[in-house]
């Protein structure tokens, strides 16, 4: 007799392994963290791709062959190497970024899993290592045929996360705008966004000493390996402290779950009740900043038709994402009053590594990328490279004051982003997806994706900005690369 039925159990829970494995890769890697294009992450990457090849090798071998002999040594000795490689990984992981809850819950239980599936395999190893050395070709049926699907997959994801962690040691150094300038205290909110990351890297890199008002200390000290000083609430910071600026990046992402009363009133609180409460706290404290950087966004000038041409003097629009914007930059205005210098920086559609970009390409990515309703609608973008320019220029620059918007000077229609992105990334550009079926899904929140406004940089042009990606082909050739 070759085979126990212990053997049947373990395929089964290698099966289980594997798409749990694929769920945790699909969903927590690439949407939630976004881990190819992180620099943090490049060791993690190149950690996952030897043990995604490793699992891909054990998958077809267990699919399609019996080990005897001799040959029961050398799977035993590739399970160990992966067990090996799992705790690292633990390691790793725990080093570079927190884990979100579900993500631990997850690898929890595929390492109970794994266990489980490696002791019922070594039982049957056990007998086939009495018989002559031999590979004999198993016959699984439709177990096989999974296995070697899920094989194959595993393989692709481990190329693709070697390919990712090659990338990021080759990606091309980021000038640091803030090394240049003077000594700074800032007090920062949203430091643990997209915006805000790359933000409070480049200021600690430069030498600046930023405070971060956040909700969860922990994972910033992940983020910034502990080298920034944090705080949950204003209350905690002295009367005499100092600061030399204000930079006010809080918010919730706006494309998410329907705009529901209750998530419109999450998306006003975290943006207006963290300025609020700012200007509170700015009103109690004994030495005030001299500089406030506001965050707000080109939401503000509502729907607009594709031919109208705005900017910093053009009047706001209706519908709620105007109504957010108008009340986050009211909320703000009490700082001026005070005697502060106030640059408000209304942000078109950022583009990085993260943020709303990789949504965008994904489909793309699969062949599978095409317009969004009838493609006219503008969308108005800016590198986040450029926005860090522009907070670096906003610190030092006196002369900035009032409303600029942060958008590229080359505004582009969504029909003309699908078909750029199809030849930068070499895909096909056919499937283009009908308004009616978006706006009935996502309700007011379609039109993120379905309307837009041709939005104009016209103060920083006018005061001499210079754009490092003006042109969106350039842009997503560097965010891509």
């Known amino acids: 007799m070759n085979t126990l039925p212990a053997l049947d159990w373990a395929i089964a829970l290698l099966i289980a392994q594997g798409l749990m494995g694929a769920l945790d890769t699909l969903y927590h890697h690439e949407l939630h963290q976004d881990l190819p294009h992180q620099p943090r992450a490049r060791r993690e990457l190149a950690l996952h791709a030897a043990r995604a090849l490793l699992y891909g090798l054990l998958f077809a071998g267990i699919a399609n062959f019996q080990f005897h002999g001799a040959w029961t040594g050398v799977i035993a000795g590739l399970v160990l190497v992966e067990v090996l ?58 177990r096989g045929w999974l296995l070697d699907l899920l094989a194959a997959g595993v393989i692709l994801s481990g190329l693709r996360d070697a390919l990712a962690a090659r990338r990021l040691a080759r990606r091309r150094p980021v000038d640091n705008p803030f090394a240049g300038l003077p000594h700074q205290r800032l007090l920062v909110t949203g430091g643990t966004g997209f915006i805000g990351e790359a933000l409070v890297g480049q200021l600690l890199e430069a030498g600046h000493a930023p405070t971060l008002l956040v909700r969860d200390p922990l994972r910033a000290a992940y983020q910034f390996q502990g080298r920034v000083r944090c705080i949950t609430a204003l209350s905690q910071l002295d009367a005499e402290e100092r600061f030399d600026a204000v930079i006010n990046l809080a918010g919730a992402p706006v494309l998410g779950p329907r705009w529901s009363p209750r998530r419109q009133a999450q998306l006003l609180a975290s943006r207006v009740g963290v300025t609020e409460a700012l200007v509170q706290w700015l009103g109690r404290t004994r030495v005030k900043p001299t500089t406030w950087i506001q965050a707000s966004a080109i939401g503000y000038y509502g729907v607009r038709d594709p031919g109208e041409r705005l900017d910093e003097a ?47 390409l994904l489909p793309h990515h699969f062949g599978l990328g095409g317009r969004l309703g009838d493609g006219r609608q503008v969308m108005s973008w800016i590198h986040r490279e450029d926005v860090l320019r522009l907070i670096a220029r906003s610190l030092h620059e006196t002369s900035m004051q009032g409303i600029y918007n942060a958008v590229a000077p080359e505004p582009i229609s969504q029909a003309e982003f699908a078909r750029c992105v199809g030849r930068v990334l070499r895909r096909p550009v056919w499937l283009h997806l009908p308004a009616a079926p978006l706006r009935w899904a996502a309700g007011e929140m379609a039109q993120l994706l379905l309307d837009g406004q041709c939005v104009l940089p016209q103060r920083l042009q006018q005061q001499g900005f210079k754009f490092r990606f003006a042109r969106l082909e350039p842009a997503l050739r560097d965010l891509t690369a």
């Open 314 to 360: 053009s009047a706001a629009g209706g519908g709620f994402m105007s109504a957010l914007c108008r009340q986050w930059e009211a909320s703000a205005a009490p700082a001026q009053a005070m005697g502060l210098r106030s640059v408000v920086l209304r942000l078109g559609v950022v583009f990085g590594p993260g943020g709303a970009l990789p949504p965008l």
């Open 85 to 142: 490689l799992t705790l690292w990984d633990f390691v790793i992981e725990d080093g570079s970024r927190k884990l979100p809850a579900s993500e631990r819950v997850l690898h929890t239980v595929l390492a109970i899993n794994g266990g489980a599936l490696f002791g019922l395999y070594a039982l049957q190893l056990a007998q086939w290592a009495a018989l002559p050395t031999a590979l004999v070709i198993a016959d699984l049926g439709w």
